[in-house]
């Protein structure tokens, strides 16, 4: 198989050789190939990108007691629509019960299908290790909420099998730093996110292993102190990643170029926060277990109130959004979508590049009048998805 198009970094049309799953060779473009062409000099070729944060997708969801093996694999197909070849299955918080029959789930997905076990990169466990507080709690239902526990969480990685890769927590809660640094001893990675930690203990989990944090100026409080609060410390500190939600509905763009113009397209990492009424039409529809409204403008709220409740974003809209917002170039707004990912999850030498010996996971994109729109995506040298 054959793309053609501009590469992302370098603004040259080249040829992309896809066989067995890898990309073969990349050559200056050869007019008189006889190969079958997808793509064209029109359009611009970038690697597949990643999502580290999926609750689900078109009424499939990863946190329920329902969640199947079938739903899993939905998503894992539908994805691609969004551009999307790899992505972290989310699960929420929600009761012990709960959390291990989706774990299983997951887990028995990627045994049994193809498709999951391709395109999963590991599980990502947001909560239910994180602030009861009204505000960072988010929608995460209160009466799930709870403070660390290893034993737990031993038992969630056993239901996964072992594909819990990353796990958010507040980092406030009793026993947070011990817990941290059993798990990157686990070699898992840890964010920090749903939170409304001091400083101090902003940075002793940076110090104990703490990486990310998830989702930034979301799960927060309404008000904060305008000089001493958690969202500058985050900012502030060096070692810690960020994903965003730039859907125009989490974070103001204004608030989306700071973040950008602090963190820099090597520290920011773009996800989706979708939820099971992603893809879906407006409307009302439940999650975890409460009603939620998904807005004309695409915007998630718990009903009757103005809390966001995950997102409705498709992964390739956030590459317009962020250049839109912030000023990034489309070679930034790709990283942050494909290498940066990537590498938080100690990838960055399998995914979320384009270079000969790589996966033959591709995004390809039209520009139109100076807007990119996904046109193709390829997983494993396929075409999966064609707009």
Request: hydrophobic content about 40%; aromatic content about 6%.
């Amino acid at each position: 198989m054959l793309v053609r198009g501009r590469h992302y970094l370098v603004d040259e049309t080249y040829d992309f050789h896809l066989d067995d799953g890898v990309i073969q060779a990349i050559e200056k473009e050869n007019l008189e190939g006889g190969e079958d062409v997808w793509g064209g000099e029109d359009r611009w070729v970038a690697p597949g990108l990643i999502d580290i944060q999926v609750n689900g997708y078109k009424g499939h969801s990863f946190c329920s007691r329902k969640t199947t093996v079938a739903d899993v694999v939905a998503v894992a197909e539908e994805l691609v629509s969004a551009g999307v070849t790899a992505f972290c299955p989310t699960v929420t918080t929600n009761s012990t019960a709960v959390i291990e029959s989706s774990l299983r789930a997951i887990a028995l997905a990627c045994e049994e299908s193809d498709v999951a076990s391709e395109r999963i990169l590991g599980i990502h466990l947001e909560g239910p290790y994180i602030s009861p507080v009204d505000g960072p709690r988010g929608a995460h239902p209160v009466e799930y909420v709870r403070a660390p526990n290893w034993e737990e969480f031993t038992r969630f990685q056993e239901a996964a099998g072992g594909r819990i890769k990353l796990v958010t927590l507040a980092p406030e809660l009793p026993g947070a730093p011990a817990f941290i640094s059993r798990a990157c001893a686990a070699g898992v990675k840890v964010a920090i996110g749903h939170h409304a930690a001091t400083r101090e203990q902003i940075d002793a989990a940076v110090n104990t292993g703490a990486v990310l944090s998830t989702h930034l100026g979301n799960g927060a409080h309404d008000w904060l102190p305008r000089h001493h609060n958690y969202i500058w410390e985050q900012l502030a500190n060096d070692a810690l990643m960020a994903s965003v939600v730039v859907d125009g509905h989490h974070l103001p763009p204004a608030v989306v170029k700071s973040f950008y113009r602090v963190k820099g397209a090597q520290r920011l990492i773009l996800t989706s926060d979708a939820i099971s009424a992603a893809g879906l039409p407006p409307g009302g529809y439940r999650l975890m277990g409460s009603k939620i409204d998904v807005a004309e403008d695409g915007a998630v709220r718990l009903s009757g109130t103005p809390y966001l409740a995950g997102s409705t974003l498709r992964l390739c809209d956030a590459i317009e959004n962020i250049m839109a917002f912030a000023g990034a170039t489309f070679s930034e707004a790709i990283r942050m979508a494909t290498f940066n990912p990537a590498g938080l999850l100690g990838m960055d030498g399998e995914r979320g590049l384009l270079r000969v010996g790589a996966r033959a996971d591709l995004t390809v994109f039209r520009c139109c009048r100076g807007r990119y729109e996904l046109a193709l995506t390829v997983i494993g040298g396929e075409v999966c998805y064609q707009a």
